[in-house]
């Protein structure tokens, strides 16, 4: 998501603070919105809507070693990128800020393939949300765009961002199991998160991941842990990030190393990757 950025002073409940190392990027990936680590020895990262679909494989340093050319698709909007365990990476074309597209999809591509390959063809999940009808409806109602997509082994999980005027701080949750995987599916909340009301700059989920049965989701300014339970996301914890910048992009390793990544902005420095060790395990 391309953004002017207002640096505003605030305070927050629950803060901790741990020792990261940071990386620059290359100038290839300025808006990288999508990170996801594979075995603890690579990442597989993509740019956001506007640039080519390419799927990026980089070290643990954020080199890049290997690119994939999705070539039956475009990146009209990719927001973010996970994988099933099961050898496929999914990837949501779903970035929809005004809330006005009708071709909002999940890409599925085949993991050996991106690793060996510089072209591969994707399985697309085309899908609608239930509750809309009106592309787009009014400001009140600007709650179908989403930046996060979660896999936790079974389910696919679309966390919607809110854009909403006035802004209500409400993120839709949606599930999507993995053996119902179609084209033309229709989504209907599962349940509903509410982070706050300072608007999306920094109540707004721009990422998310899956990590030991909890789910951690993004804003540009903290990592924010959920347990589920039934129908209900129970706070856990709150990370306060030492930066605020474009955070557009986490993961974990198996170690529990959290990994966040940060598109280039003008006001805030280039692209890079943060690596944040103890505080995902910690406590």
């Given at each position: 998501?391309?953004?002017?950025i207002?640096?505003l002073?605030?305070?927050?409940q ?5 020792s990261?190392?940071?990386y620059e990027l290359?100038k290839?990936?300025k808006?990288?919105?999508?990170i996801?680590?594979?075995k603890d020895?690579v990442?597989?990262a993509?740019?956001d809507?506007g640039?080519?679909?390419i799927?990026?494989v ?9 690119q ?5 698709v475009?990146n009209k ?13 999914f990837i949501?074309d779903?970035g929809n800020?005004?809330?006005?597209r009708k071709d909002?999809s999940i890409?599925k591509?085949p993991i050996?393939q991106?690793l060996?390959?510089?072209?591969v063809?994707?399985s697309?999940?085309s899908?609608q949300?239930?509750?809309?009808s009106?592309f787009p ?11 996060s997509?979660?896999c936790?082994?079974?389910?696919l999980w ?5 854009n ?7 993120s839709f ?9 179609a ?7 599962f349940?509903t998160?509410k982070t706050g009301k300072?608007g999306w700059l920094?109540d707004?989920?721009t990422?998310?991941t ?13 990592l924010i842990?959920?347990k589920l339970?039934k129908k209900t ?7 306060l990030?030492?930066?605020f ?8 390793n198996?170690?529990g190393?959290?990994?966040?990544a940060n598109e280039k902005?003008?006001?805030?420095g280039?692209a890079?990757?943060?690596v944040?060790?103890k505080?995902?395990?910690g406590?």
């Amino acid at each position: 998501m391309k953004f002017i950025i207002f640096l505003l002073v605030f305070s927050v409940q629950t803060t901790s603070f741990f020792s990261q190392k940071e990386y620059e990027l290359s100038k290839k990936l300025k808006e990288i919105s999508g990170i996801r680590i594979y075995k603890d020895s690579v990442i597989f990262a993509h740019n956001d809507g506007g640039n080519k679909p390419i799927i990026y494989v980089l070290n643990l340093k954020g080199k890049v070693l290997h690119q994939c050319v999705v070539s039956n698709v475009k990146n009209k909007d990719w927001e973010d990128i996970t994988c099933d365990g099961k050898g496929n990476l999914f990837i949501g074309d779903f970035g929809n800020n005004l809330s006005k597209r009708k071709d909002l999809s999940i890409i599925k591509v085949p993991i050996k393939q991106v690793l060996n390959r510089s072209e591969v063809k994707a399985s697309v999940y085309s899908f609608q949300y239930k509750s809309q009808s009106n592309f787009p409806p009014s400001k009140v109602k600007l709650n179908y765009d989403a930046e996060s997509l979660v896999c936790d082994g079974d389910n696919l999980w679309v966390f919607s961002k809110c854009n909403d005027k006035p802004y209500s701080g409400v993120s839709f949750v949606y599930k999507i199991p993995l053996k119902n995987l179609a084209s033309n599916m229709i989504l209907r909340p599962f349940s509903t998160i509410k982070t706050g009301k300072r608007g999306w700059l920094f109540d707004s989920f721009t990422a998310g991941t899956y990590y030991k049965g909890a789910f951690y989701l993004s804003t540009y300014n903290r990592l924010i842990k959920y347990k589920l339970k039934k129908k209900t996301f129970e706070l856990k914890k709150t990370l306060l990030y030492k930066k605020f910048n474009q955070k557009e992009a986490i993961s974990i390793n198996s170690k529990g190393v959290l990994y966040l990544a940060n598109e280039k902005n003008k006001l805030l420095g280039p692209a890079s990757l943060r690596v944040i060790k103890k505080w995902i395990n910690g406590n």
